[in-house]
């Protein structure tokens, strides 16, 4: 009793019970999640029953091809060497390869320098982008904000640029962001060439409105690269300069370029509709386009093997993260070709 004499109240107890709505919200997150789980289940189990039974890959001690001309590649071989950078000698890129100790997810590289970009697993997953010396050391390291994606080095080594994604995971997706940066070998940076002014036909293109990403330099102050607008819905070949911290417009339609070895011709691929992209040639001083004979979809940064040929990367549709690297004539009527099986972002050293 209380002192009023009056017995107390008994407290009310409030049952939840869900409603129909939510009930089909947490059946279908749940679906969702226990797909996705098997989804990972079965690539995982997939990609390892394929490193049980792959053949092995020949391999070539590094001290036989490192010196020569030679073709440097991210490995994708199933396998305990997956995803380490290789190299193959020029004159014979289907051959044994040798096997460096480097991992990376994208990789790039001159006479006497590379670049990796590579993700840092764990608890809390990070990126990396490191600078190696000619015998696979590292020379720097630093932090990348985001997913790596592209990398390139200047002829001299003097340059690297590296493009990774802060949102998204493909330019196939709307809503992406990039983040890429020019700096120099000893550390000294450019910043997010993002923040750099950018025209097309002489009308500036505010920085909230765009991405800028894959970077081929020309000279020492002088690289081509990708802008793209999100109102506009337009992405253009832009050529920056360092020093005066600009990007002007040079064509429109065209993503991930790379200059020729003679400096005439930018490689990069184009658009054509509905995300499938081609591989498209311009003379510089001409202004002339050849779209290559190439009729899969292109999502790379190509590369020149020499100055009638260039390289990109393919996945294999049966065979997850497996790609292989191709080649084609950059004359009309052309046919690819498979340079190097289980392979992905080549750079050739001459």
Known sequence: MTRSGRAPRRATTIRWRPSKSVLTLSLFTALVIVAVGWYGFHTWRTYHDASDTAAPIAQESLSNVDKAPRIVFRNTAPGA????????PLGDPAGPRAVTPVVCDRVDAV?????????KRGILTSYEAQLLDRSWRQVRSWPLAGIPN???????????????????????QTGFSTHTEI??????????????????????IAPVDRNIWGVTFADATTFY??????????????RGDLEARTLAAVRENAECPSLSPDGA?????KDTGSRFWAIAVTDLA?????????????DDQIEWLDDDTVLYGLPRV???????????????????????????????VR
């Not at 060497?81 to 193959?88: E, K, M, P, Q, R």
């Not at 506009?232 to 832009?238: A, D, P, R, Y």
């Open 225 to 238: 690269a990708t802008a793209a607008s999100a109102t506009l819905g337009k992405t253009w070949l832009v």
């Open 318 to 348: 049966d065979e997850p993260g497996v790609t292989d690297v191709w080649s084609i004539g950059v004359k009309a009527g052309a046919e690819p070709t498979l340079l190097i099986p289980q392979a992905w972002s080549p750079a050739v």
């Open 150 to 172: 592209r990398t390139r080095l200047s002829r001299d080594g003097e340059l690297v640029a590296t493009t990774t994604f802060v949102t998204g995971h493909t330019y196939a």
């Open 265 to 269: 011709r930018v490689a990069y691929k």
């Open 81 to 88: 060497s997956y995803g380490h950078v290789a190299v193959v």
């Open 183 to 204: 700096s120099r070998a000893d550390g000294e940076s450019y910043g997010n060439i993002e923040e750099f002014t950018l025209s097309v036909d002489g009308a500036p």
């Open 111 to 119: 006479d006497g320098a590379s670049s990796c970009l590579r993700t």
């Open 286 to 298: 001409s202004g002339k386009e050849t779209t290559l004979g190439e009729s899969r979809s292109v």
